[in-house]
């Protein structure tokens, strides 16, 4: 009988070595997903970056090994941030996103020496500016544009609508020049380029060359217009993975491939000179390397449906619930027996849209199997929440048969840790 074996271990063996649900992590494959980048993502005509997005999945753990790959990372949040500190990343290759940064936020990254604010809009760059001076601090930013183009799987659509929670509308050429007139003005904040992310789980080229086309004619009007050159580029994320088999996404590696080469011939055909080109991939680099292990319970047929109940659900993968992401599963000690009845998978929290896998064909199931969910090491874990007082799962790395704790289970005392009153 074959059995799945994540990162040289057995399923068996890491459920019970650290129970179930268990999210586990494939080194290697984050590994490799990272050597694709870095390497395919190189120019002669101009310096390039990646940077992990860590919303995706944010552990110390895993800042400190993509850190030693060379990679950079986008954060988010003073918590992002946080971790990025405690892994003792290199601060001058942190971009620190978000469309409301706090003044909180924006003091500590200051002081933590972080490379780029990426701005969002006018009111924040106020904000960054004014607080860089009453720090005394120096440091760089980009500005957030909104392309007018957005995509999500297959195709882009040109929204030519400004109205974008996400940065400055490419037309909106009075609030782009208030923000680079302000930089120029200020000793503390240089404007050292633009960004742009259009969406996520894009699994062609053809919507990243658009952007890539887009922002670097951007760079050329601004070159034409005010002079300006040499700027950097960040071209976001959002490389699509291989969740369920009608999934057919470009390599990571292909993609940043396109996008050197697409960057090149723009920026020769707009006669614009790019000090730097950026890219942000987070789903990418983690989600296909992720498994959550669950054990099945009870079973039971509703109307007409077969239900397997597993020990997790919503609160450690909402993305079925949230907006209706497709999984694929397998019994892992059943690898090689045919799919025979169809099920639905369904968790233990208390809604009845808390379902895994609302239809899924596998081998017959027996209360006590394993069940192997494929592709949720993005957005799994990082969007985990104590609904109901479940305990987030442990979180597993496995490389070569050796498993490593990265994040412990959540205990019923840590989840009530931050309860003040009446503690009996
Ligand atoms: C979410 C996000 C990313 C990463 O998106 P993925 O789809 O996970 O690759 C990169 N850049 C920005 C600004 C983002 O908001």
Known sequence: MSVLKIG???CRQLAEQFGTPLCVYDEEK????ARAAVENFRSDMFDTEVAYASKAFSS???FGMLAAEGLGFDVVSGGELYGAMKAGVDMDKVYFHGNNKS???IRMALDAGVGYFVIDNVMECGRIVKLAGEAGRRT???LRINPGISAHTHEYIMTSKPDSKFGIYIENTEHINRVIDELA???NVELAGFHSHIGSQIVDVASFEKALGTMIGFLGSLKRSRGLDGMELSIGGGFGIKYVAEDHPVSLGDMCADMIRCAEEAAKAEDVKIAKLITEPGRAMVGEAGYTLYTIGDMKKSGDKNYIFVDGGMSDNIRPALYGAEYDAVLPEKYDEEPAISYCVAGKNCESGDVIIGDIKLPEVKSGDLLAVVSTGAYGYSMASNYNRLGRPAVVMVK????????R???YEDMYALETENQA
């Open 30 to 33: 984050i590994l490799s997903q």
């Open 185 to 187: 003005a200020d000793d």
């Open 140 to 142: 760089r930013a980009l």
């Open 400 to 407: 070569d048969g050796e498993p490593r704790l990265i994040i």
């Open 103 to 105: 003044d909180d936020e």
């Open 8 to 10: 040289g271990m057995s």
């Open 409 to 411: 289970r959540e205990t």
């Open 60 to 62: 110390i753990g895993l």
